[in-house]
């Protein structure tokens, strides 16, 4: 119930194209759901966050779109770049008790020119 | 915005001897920070939960004695690798957080080898 699935693993998006990347949760407790960019040797950092009260959360190029009762939410890249190439991570967190971050698994994502 | 400070960014070190990883909230109290383990193309594994002037609190399958957290103040947090070994060697990763309702803000990683 603390897993949060991410895919794909991997994508390939040409340049000006959108990147698409879904997680799905079981834990209904989690009410904070962040997505982190993540460079070669560098620690992740926050791109966008949304909480379940809204369904669609949009800044600049980066969107999530989150499903309440499906129990996904997923990342939007519009008008991907070359600079975009990093590994994206989605997480969860939950209202109550030890509140702490439960990462996906990672979707290295490579914009081509 | 919120920054985090960690250092050293890369150390090699001997087998059998000790390493000190800094992690520092530069312009905000940090009330919680948090120690995270990455493998090569892996995702972020948890290690410990630290609260300012409280033992931290370690996730099942980690070895406290040889992972020393220490958070004496509200800006700086510590993780002590004692008598390290090859294996590990990894990329290690702080995260702060003021409160909590904020968000979590992440440090640059430090790549840690065990020679």
């Known amino acids: 119930q603390q897993q949060v699935k991410q895919s794909p693993q991997s994508l390939i998006v040409q340049k000006g194209g959108i990147s698409i990347i879904n997680c799905a949760y079981e834990?209904?407790?989690?009410?904070?759901f962040p997505w982190y960019q993540q460079f070669p040797g560098k620690g992740p950092a926050l791109l966008i966050a949304?909480?379940?009260?809204?369904s669609e959360k949009k800044e600049g190029r980066f969107t999530i779109s989150f499903n309440k009762s499906a129990k996904q939410f997923s990342l939007h890249i519009m008008d991907s770049q070359p600079g975009d190439s990093a590994t994206y991570f989605c997480?969860?967190?939950?209202?109550?008790?030890?509140?702490?971050?439960?990462f996906g698994t990672g979707t290295r994502l490579l914009v081509s020119p | 915005g919120a920054v985090v400070s960690q250092h050293p960014s890369r150390v090699i070190c001997k087998s059998g001897t000790s390493v000190k990883i800094e992690c520092r909230s530069l312009?905000?109290?940090?009330?919680?920070m948090f120690w995270y383990r990455q493998f090569p193309k892996k995702s972020l594994m948890l290690m410990a939960t630290?609260?300012?002037?409280?033992?931290?609190?370690?996730e099942q399958g980690v070895e406290k004695d040889k992972f020393l957290i220490n958070h004496a103040s509200l800006t700086l947090s510590t993780l002590t690798v004692t008598s390290a070994h090859p294996e590990d060697s990894s990329f290690y990763i702080c995260?702060?957080?003021?409160?909590?309702?904020?968000?979590?803000?992440f440090g640059s990683g430090t790549r840690l080898t065990v020679v």
């Open positions: 995260s702060a957080r003021a409160g909590t309702g904020g968000e979590y803000t």
């Open positions: 834990n209904t407790a989690f009410d904070y």
């Open positions: 949304i909480r379940p009260d809204v």
């Open positions: 997480a969860a967190q939950r209202n109550t008790g030890f509140q702490k971050l439960v």
């Open positions: 312009d905000f109290q940090a009330t919680t």
């Open positions: 630290s609260n300012e002037g409280s033992k931290a609190t370690y």
